[in-house]
């Protein structure tokens, strides 16, 4: 194959290493990444330096004409002019010139070919380069050799201390999303995820402008081709609930829904790995095997056995690794139009039933909201359960207003009919710290039933205060479970529990209202006044 010519993007003189395999990337990174190892699976060990995680607070978004009214502009989106991107892109690309070697990999976003998007990664570090190997889609040699210009690119000059002198780059790290230059630069930071996510968000404004929904998700296929996706926030048991060895696995973590089905954007997984076992997830402990790679975990190096219960570099341990190392991993990544939309919640004030029923309405609303709790130990700081929300479940990604993304959702349910259900995978019989964790076995057959059709036949109630449909019986799981009110020794207190959580979906909502319309507006849970409480306590108990 011909050298690959970075002269365009204005690099010159490193040798260039393009989509080389993972034993020649294992090579490269033993001899030039300090630290990096072979784990006893086989894995590499590589280490992202200080950066463990991604870092929101640097992101930009750069603003021009072409995009401008599109983007969601404030936390999420902050803007940075182009005259600054120049000068930043200019010091990374005259670094990466002075290296002695550099490493491509081009691949695809999107496992539909009508919908891929081409991406080249221009990086330093071999691990980069087997990490994007992995969670890109990886183009076979015809599809290689017809490559051509790509789409997007992304410029790796993440050892490269950003100018934190530069207007709008308030540190040292910096990672920016140039759209109309179809250019993701990264500066001040090795962490990988930054690459992976920095695709994410492209995907998340590319994808709606064509009325494709970009979801933050899993999804899995059942023996007749039923399609399930898996909405929900870290901790919540997306990844865990979506690995059922009974039903194929799409992907784990990002999909589109389109006029024919979903597809995979990724070609690979990227789970975390702190406290990981064979007996709680046997799928992903047997997927760290050679051309995975793991990220920060502490290992005993004369032996190369990783101690993932050490969590003294970060808790964040991750391992990167092929969707194909999944053993019921659906090749190519496509499904049918999704049957099923499985909202998941960690709701550690124990309010939320087990399962609801959503209507379209509801669903844009709780998508909207995106809610789960943290509890004490899940972040510095926490002590007590703490409400959190994140919009469509992935806001630091999103792109467009929030409610952009809601109106597709809302869009395909109503026209296929598809059910929208929210699973609560958090306490039961009280809050965190008085009652209990729910039990996984519960969740799972609610899982079950959701998928063999049972409860969508179920009697059901009306909630009171979030006014969604709870089923009364659900196979494997017993009916005074189904109704968290039953569950606490104090029903008062349950009310007052339930009150405090419906203000808090409305004060997180408030932020999203004045885009949102008028039947979204209307889905919110109701705050129980002190004299109608005792008639939606016992409401919900009935």
């Known amino acids: 194959m011909t050298p690959l010519d970075l002269s365009p993007y204005g690099i010159s003189g490193p040798q260039v290493v393009r989509n080389a395999t993972a034993a020649r990337l294992y090579e490269e990174a033993l001899e030039r990444d300090a630290g990096s190892a072979i784990a006893t699976s086989g894995a590499l060990i590589a280490s992202s330096g200080e950066k463990t995680g991604r870092s929101p607070g640097d992101k930009r978004l750069i603003s021009d004409a ?9 936390s999420v989106n902050m803007a940075m002019d182009d005259a600054t991107f120049t000068i930043a892109r200019a010091e990374a690309v005259n670094y990466l010139s002075t290296r002695e070697r550099l490493y491509v990999v081009d691949g695809f976003a999107g496992w ?26 990886r183009p076979n040699a015809e ?27 308030d540190s040292g790290t910096h990672v920016s999303l140039n759209l109309q230059r179809g250019e993701l630069l990264i500066l001040g930071t090795e962490y990988a995820g930054e690459m992976k996510k920095g695709v994410f968000t492209l995907m998340n404004y590319l994808m709606p402008k064509q009325g494709i929904l970009s979801m933050h998700c899993s999804a899995n296929e059942g023996p007749q081709g039923d399609v399930s996706v898996f909405f929900g926030l870290s901790g919540t048991g997306k990844t865990t609930l979506s690995a059922d060895p009974r039903r194929r696995l799409i992907g784990d973590d990002e999909h589109c829904w389109t006029e024919q089905g979903v597809f995979n ?42 101690d993932f219960g050490d969590g003294s570099i970060t808790e964040n341990t ?23 939309v499985i909202f998941l919640t960690c709701d550690a004030f124990s309010v939320l039933p087990p399962v609801s029923r959503l209507s379209p309405e509801q669903a844009m609303y709780h998508f909207i ?3 789960t709790a943290k509890v004490a130990g899940t972040e510095m700081g926490v002590t007590e359960p703490q409400a959190t929300f994140s919009a469509c479940f992935g806001a630091p990604f999103l ?12 869009e395909k349910i109503r026209e296929h009919e598809v059910d929208v259900w929210l699973v609560n995978t958090g306490w039961s019989g009280g809050p965190c710290g008085v009652g209990e964790r729910m039990s996984i076995a519960y969740t799972r057959a ?5 998928h063999d059709g049972s409860l969508a036949e179920a009697p059901v109630r009306v909630d009171p205060v979030f006014g969604f449909q709870v089923p009364r019986e659900c196979a494997g799981v017993p009916d005074e479970i189904l109704d968290p009110a039953s569950t606490w020794p104090d029903v008062a207190a349950y009310r007052e529990a339930a009150a405090e959580l419906a203000r808090r979906f409305q004060e997180n909502f408030a932020a999203y209202a004045d885009q949102a319309s008028a039947e979204i507006r209307a889905a919110a849970p109701a705050v129980p006044m002190p004299d109608t409480a005792e008639r939606a306590g016992s409401g919900s108990g009935a």
């Not at 609610?446 to 959701?450: F, N, R």
């Open 66 to 74: 072409g995009s401008d009214d599109d983007v969601w502009w404030g």
């Open 112 to 137: 539909d070919p009508r919908y891929r998007v081409r991406i080249r990664v221009i990086c330093e570090r071999p691990y980069h380069a087997l990490f994007m190997r992995n969670m890109l889609i």
């Open 143 to 169: 599809e290689l050799a017809a490559f051509g210009d790509p789409d997007h690119v992304i410029i790796n000059a993440g050892r490269l201390p950003a100018n934190d002198q530069l207007p709008g780059i």
């Open 265 to 306: 954007i990724e070609g690979g997984c990227y789970a975390k790995v702190i406290d990981l076992s064979p007996e709680a997830e046997p799928d992903i402990h047997a997927a760290i095997r050679f051309g995975a790679v793991l990220e920060n975990v502490a290992f005993e190096r004369a032996s190369g056995e990783v």
């Open 318 to 340: 991750r391992c990167a690794y092929p969707v194909n190392h999944i053993a019921n991993a659906k090749i190519p990544g496509t499904g049918a139009i999704p049957r099923n």
């Open 369 to 371: 909201s995106g809610y």
């Open 399 to 410: 792109v467009w207003h929030p409610t952009v993304y809601a109106e597709l959702l809302a």
């Open 446 to 450: 609610i899982i079950d039933a959701i």
